[in-house]
């Protein structure tokens, strides 16, 4: 069967899923074809021809992005079976343009896959499209690194850079899941709190590769790299023994670093440069209401630890949600500047506002100001994966829609962060916001001890943004 795998977006990084995924179907048979159009054109002649097209979604900006790509299939009169694979995918059970035939499948996808193309449905007839969710055992079976050479060169994607040095990036998986519920989550959604370890060799074969191929640096895309603290340290532990120079970061939970304080240092000296660890928020109401796990004060914990031991934080936030006020929306610009974290966050995230999927456990017992908000936006269209929703007081949703166009702009003229900033300050004191006519000077306690370009990538945006218009374009400009 002719098979199309299309990723729209993977947070600049090579979409080594649906990689591993072709060469899954490749040695069942099937004649496939892998384009990420992130990087390249619409395959048109390929698309035209596809018995089957299937889509990575592991988000939300790749989902809405997928959409728009494959509406733009079926408008060209050509019906292939549809196939989403990724954390997203079952939001889209009730979608207009899927049918019986088409797939929607999260965890481990390969078996489900598979199946379904070997089942030849026909395409897009009346009824729901096949929903499965397969998580697989704790301890996931081996399996052969991913394809990669069919994706663009790892050159083309996201880099690494800091201080003196810079060079290629590469995201390598290992773990899946998480252990943890966070309310706001997709992966809470799907996994329920459980994680899935990758085989260590199997991590290893796709560590080689991607040195091979000329990365420099690692991205570990585990939704959190320390939850399973003995297969974390065993992996980087080989990871530095086979190749010492290689730099890597991770995502970590606040609650998990202070819990795990004393391998941080371990890790550092294992190569770790960077740790993306989302704070969300200053309030911890909020920070309750999301079953973060941490209060607002162990994120200036989280800091000095991982600070101390040479080691960046970069944030992410969660700014804009049902329970937002115009004071912790202060309180986070205040933190970024005076915990010297400036330098260290992708303007996007101050932009971010909660996006409510269709499984959401926050819609599973809406609290009032959530109600409330999910009753005020009734009417109002949404994306196809989420929950549409609007904020008591207007004008803290007209507040997100400046910041978020204030960002685009910047990232699209590549601003520096300090720049942005400043100039987002201003903006939210002129809507009111109760800021300083200037930001605070960094505390002496919480003072970045790197000099010059702190460590990051150079893939600024992040899988809670919205699709962008240039993204929107690379799908439509075919």
């Avoid at 989902?63 to 299939?73: D, G, K, N, P, V």
């Avoid at 986070?332 to 005076?338: C, D, H, I, N, V």
């Avoid at 009734?378 to 008591?392: D, F, L, M, N, Q």
């Amino acid at each position: 069967m002719k098979v199309l795998l299309l990723s729209t977006y993977e947070l600049g990084h090579q979409p080594a899923g649906l990689a591993a995924l072709a060469g899954l179907l490749d040695e069942a048979g099937h004649e496939v074809v892998v384009a990420d159009l992130s990087l390249e054109g619409f395959p048109v002649s390929s698309a035209a021809s596809a018995e089957a097209v299937v889509f990575s979604v592991p988000m939300h900006t790749a989902t809405e992005l997928a959409l728009e790509a494959a509406a733009a299939i079926v408008a060209e009169g050509h019906r292939p079976r549809l196939g989403f694979v990724g954390l997203y995918a079952p939001a889209l059970a009730s979608h207009r343009l899927l049918g019986a035939g088409d797939l929607l499948v999260a965890g481990e996808s390969g078996d489900a896959l598979c199946a379904w193309l070997a089942a030849g449905a026909p395409a897009g007839a009346g009824g729901a499209p096949e929903v499965v969710v397969e998580l697989g055992r704790p301890l996931l079976d081996p399996s052969p690194p991913p394809r990669r050479e069919l994706l663009p060169p790892l050159g083309r994607y996201a880099s690494y850079s800091a201080a003196g040095r810079s060079g290629p990036a590469a995201s390598v998986e290992a773990s899946r899941g998480c252990n943890h519920r966070c309310r706001h989550c997709p992966v809470a959604a799907i996994y329920g709190g459980r994680s899935r370890a990758v085989p260590p060799a199997s991590v290893l074969a796709d560590l080689d590769q991607v040195v091979e191929m000329g990365a420099s640096h690692v991205s570990f895309s585990d939704p959190d790299f320390l939850n399973r603290p003995r297969h974390a340290m065993a992996v980087a532990g080989a990871l530095h023994g086979r190749h010492p120079s290689l730099s890597f970061d991770a995502t970590v939970k606040v609650e998990h670093l202070l819990r795990h304080r004393r391998l941080v240092p371990e890790l550092a000296a294992l190569g770790l440069s960077f740790v993306v660890s989302a704070f969300e928020s200053r309030d911890d109401a909020v920070l309750a209401r999301l079953d973060k796990g941490h209060v607002a004060a162990d994120e200036e914990q989280a800091v000095a630890l991982l600070r101390a031991a040479g080691v960046e934080v970069r944030p992410s936030w969660l700014p804009f949600t049902p329970w937002a006020t115009v004071e912790s929306f202060a309180a986070l610009l205040e933190f970024s500047a005076g915990a010297d974290l400036v330098s260290s966050t992708d303007p996007v995230q101050y932009s971010i506002r909660l996006l409510l999927p269709h499984g959401s456990l926050l819609l599973e017992e809406p609290d009032p100001v959530l109600a409330g908000a999910l009753r005020a936006a009734t009417g109002i269209a949404s994306p196809a994966t989420s929950r549409p929703w609007r904020h008591a007081e207007h004008g803290l949703d007209k507040l997100q829609s400046a910041v978020a166009d204030l960002v685009e702009v910047a990232d699209g003229r590549h601003a520096p962060a300090e720049e942005t900033f400043s100039r987002l300050w201003q903006l939210a004191r002129e809507a009111g916001v109760p800021l300083a006519g200037e930001p605070p000077e960094p505390e002496p306690a919480l003072r970045s001890p790197l000099e010059g370009e702190r460590p990051h990538l150079s893939e600024a945006w992040f899988c809670c943004a919205e699709p962008t218009g240039a993204q929107l374009e690379l799908v439509w400009g075919r």
